[in-house]
């Protein structure tokens, strides 16, 4: 099996941007050249996640800086009306030549009404699967309109006039759908609906053993789905040097901050002095900060090269999340993500920060030792350049 590889590509960038002294001012020109860069390594696409832009704006502005990058671009259902949003990705695709892919995002009650989408949990579900079907009939051309329970469009009439048609659809299957959903009924409208079906980061088995569920319940109703996740990274050409950078990732906060992150995580009713945890890693953490201790980067290791540390995305120390990390050399990554494949994922979203390094470091010392499924010819880095070269290699637009 092959993988495909994304890279995130989304502001705040920085050598460690979860704090203010690590954190750059990601403007226009610098997610250009973050753009440039993973376009032009080979990574398969990027994901642009909901942050200070507009994920559909940064997307389309990048357009004509990359070629064959593809865009994974986070989308609430009802942030725009599904035949606007399909009008939409076909102009995308129809200037990009078929790059869009849609990451369906669900949120939480309380973003999603500050965006003026007022649905309980379930119903948001059941609004996003008709929301994504009517969305996908007007990208391929069904102007025969929708009637549903949350949904209605008209049927679109094209007179004679040149200007009343839509461009059409590139991507003849459909624009992609990609996404998550963890309870009950996000995994249902997952099978439904999805073609990738995304989930954080856990160890290898415990990832697996969600992913196997998700898959029987898309059998049940004859599908088949794609599995991804999201995973930080630190690789290296050593494994301590990988180690070394982690722990001078852990040596930018103090023990208060750890404290607080493991707060955040706790379930309700729970006390950072009460909380128990049945993983002895976790339980030793904790125990180590309730004496006053930081515990060391190495400590946060939940599963060979799999890291809890602190990360833009959270300092899950109570159980990975988000911000889960591979740590390692390039050949523990290779040897974690063939594991991660062998549980049936085919899609890993990474991301290492500084954005642009770390893109570098992934496809020169990392994309050599795994099998992509990229759909096109890697560009060859040279052998006899150090990564520091490349580092300061000029980039031309
Ligand atoms: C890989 C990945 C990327 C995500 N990106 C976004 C995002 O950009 N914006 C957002 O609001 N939610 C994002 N989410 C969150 C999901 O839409 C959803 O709210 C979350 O997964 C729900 O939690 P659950 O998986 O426990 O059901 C992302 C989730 C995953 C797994």
């Known amino acids: 099996m092959a993988v495909k590889l994304l890279w995130y590509l989304t502001s705040p960038d920085g050598p460690y941007p979860w704090l203010e002294s690590g954190r750059w001012d990601t403007d226009y020109e610098h997610l250009q050249?973050?753009?440039?860069?993973?376009?032009?390594?080979?990574?398969?696409?990027?994901?642009?996640?909901?942050?200070?832009?507009?994920?559909?704006?940064?997307?389309?502005?990048?357009?004509?800086?990359?070629?064959?990058?593809?865009?994974?671009?986070?989308?609430?259902?009802?942030?725009?009306?599904?035949?606007?949003?399909?009008?939409?990705?076909?102009?995308?695709?129809?200037?990009?030549?078929?790059?869009?892919l849609f990451n369906v995002?669900?949120?939480?009650?309380?973003?999603?009404?500050?965006?003026?989408?007022?649905?309980?949990?379930?119903?948001?579900?059941?609004?996003?699967?008709?929301?994504?079907?009517?969305?996908?009939?007007?990208?391929?051309?069904?102007?025969?309109?929708?009637?549903?329970?949350?949904?209605?469009?008209?049927?679109?009439?094209?007179?004679?006039?040149?200007?009343?048609?839509?461009?059409?659809?590139?991507?003849?299957?459909?624009v992609p759908l990609w996404g998550a959903g963890t309870s009950a009924k996000g995994v249902q409208h997952s099978v439904e609906l999805l073609d990738v079906y995304l989930s954080f980061a856990n160890t290898p088995p415990l990832l697996g053993e969600k992913f196997s569920k998700v898959s029987d319940e898309a059998a049940i109703i004859g599908r088949t789905l794609e599995f991804g996740t999201r995973l930080q990274i630190i690789v290296r050409e050593t494994e301590e040097e990988a180690w070394q950078y982690a722990q001078s990732l852990l040596d930018k906060i103090d023990l208060n901050y750890a404290i607080e992150a493991?707060?955040?995580?706790?379930?309700?009713?729970?006390?950072?002095?009460?909380?128990?945890?049945?993983?002895?890693?976790?339980?030793?953490?904790?125990?180590?900060?309730?004496?006053?201790?930081?515990?060391?980067?190495?400590?946060?290791?939940?599963?060979?090269?799999?890291?809890?540390?602190p990360s833009l995305f959270g300092f899950d120390i109570l159980n990975p999340a988000a911000g889960t990390a591979l740590v390692g050399s390039a050949e523990n990554i290779a040897e974690r993500i063939k594991e991660y494949e062998s549980y049936g994922v085919s899609a890993f979203i990474l991301s290492g920060f500084p954005l642009i390094g770390e893109a570098?470091?992934?496809?020169?010392?990392?994309?050599?030792?795994?099998?992509?499924?990229?759909?096109?010819?890697?560009?060859?880095?040279?052998k006899n350049s150090s990564i520091d070269s490349l580092l300061n290699q000029e980039i031309v637009v």
Do not use: C
Request: charged fraction near 20%; glycine fraction near 8%; avoid cysteine.
């Open 262 to 309: 493991v707060k955040r995580q706790l379930p309700p009713n729970e006390t950072f002095e009460s909380y128990h945890s049945s993983n002895p890693i976790v339980q030793r953490n904790l125990t180590l900060l309730r004496h006053g201790v930081l515990p060391r980067a190495k400590d946060f290791e939940i599963y060979p090269n799999v890291w809890t540390g």
């Open 33 to 100: 050249q973050i753009a440039i860069t993973a376009d032009r390594l080979g990574f398969y696409g990027s994901l642009m996640g909901t942050s200070e832009y507009e994920t559909l704006a940064v997307a389309a502005s990048l357009i004509p800086f990359t070629e064959r990058l593809k865009f994974l671009v986070a989308q609430h259902p009802g942030e725009v009306q599904p035949a606007v949003l399909a009008k939409y990705a076909q102009t995308f695709d129809a200037f990009s030549k078929g790059r869009l």
């Open 360 to 382: 570098y470091r992934v496809a020169d010392l990392l994309f050599p030792l795994l099998e992509l499924d990229h759909g096109f010819e890697l560009p060859k880095l040279n």
């Open 105 to 174: 995002v669900n949120g939480n009650d309380k973003g999603l009404a500050a965006l003026g989408i007022h649905y309980t949990h379930d119903e948001r579900y059941d609004f996003s699967k008709e929301y994504w079907t009517a969305f996908q009939q007007n990208y391929l051309g069904d102007r025969s309109g929708f009637e549903g329970e949350f949904i209605q469009i008209a049927p679109r009439l094209e007179s004679g006039s040149p200007m009343s048609k839509w461009s059409g659809p590139t991507q003849k299957q459909g």
